[in-house]
């Protein structure tokens, strides 16, 4: 049974560029959640997707964005880059989400580097 | 305020040796808790997830426990290997539908040889 993909694995973008990174759940998952990871904050929740409707929200601002699609893969976008935004990000699916005892299962993240 | 934290922020310990992590939260109304194992470069990795009514629960070498009226839950690792190094993470989840999430910092745990 495949994890959860996410891809790229390493990006480097320049300050104000946008990026868009990808998330596969596993097959049969519906819910896809999108975390920031850096030193100095930990685990930040961005945002969730459950059958293609966003479900709960962090605190970020607007720059950060997603969309989940008819086979529930995610795509988060993160406009006018800051230099701030550099940070591991990892996606997670789960079958029912928030508000279930189902377990998240993580992909290994998408490692953002802003120049 | 709602807020999970975790002591030790790292710890260090010789192979074969037993160690418990410890996460205090102040978040509430709570839902579940979960730990995570975090191998550097990785994704979290799902250990065990604790409802309100669950005291302990176990995996493999990993035990966690839960008191919700102190609001305390502690993983205990048992008979450490080289493998267990990495951080290891208390979250949180929250609201009547748990769709909160509140993340500890993590414990940082290397176990040398």
């Known amino acids: 049974k495949a994890g959860v993909t996410q891809t790229p694995r390493y990006l480097i973008k320049t300050r104000g560029q946008q990026v868009t990174l990808s998330c596969s759940p596993i097959?049969?998952?519906?819910?896809v959640s999108w975390y920031q990871q850096t030193p100095g904050q930990g685990l930040q929740f961005l945002f969730e997707?459950?059958?293609?409707?966003?479900?709960n929200k962090g605190n970020f601002p607007g720059r950060f964005s997603g969309r989940q699609f008819s086979n529930s893969r995610s795509e988060m976008n993160v406009s006018t880059l800051e230099l701030g935004d550099s940070a591991l990000y990892l996606c997670?699916?789960?079958?029912?989400?928030?508000?279930?005892?189902?377990?998240?299962?993580f992909g290994s993240g998408t490692r953002l580097t802003v120049v | 305020k709602n807020q999970v934290e975790q002591s030790p922020q790292s710890l260090i310990i010789l192979e074969g040796k037993n160690c418990t992590l410890q996460?205090?939260?102040?978040?509430?109304?709570?839902?579940?808790l979960r730990w995570y194992k975090q191998d550097t470069g990785r994704g979290p990795v799902s250990l065990t997830i604790?409802?309100?009514?669950?005291n302990t629960k176990s995996n493999g070498r990993y035990t966690a426990t839960l008191d919700a009226d102190t609001k305390q839950s502690s993983l205990h690792i048992t008979a450490s290997q080289l493998s267990d190094s990495a951080s290891y993470i208390c979250?949180?989840?929250?609201?009547?539908?748990?769709?909160?999430?509140?993340f500890g910092t993590g414990t940082s745990l290397t176990v040398i040889p």
């Open positions: 997670a699916s789960s079958r029912e989400g928030s508000g279930s005892n189902y377990g998240y299962t």
């Open positions: 996460c205090n939260y102040t978040v509430s109304p709570f839902s579940n």
């Open positions: 097959s049969g998952h519906r819910s």
């Open positions: 979250v949180v989840s929250a609201g009547d539908t748990g769709n909160q999430f509140y």
């Open positions: 604790m409802t309100f009514s669950e």
């Open positions: 997707y459950f059958s293609e409707t966003q479900r």
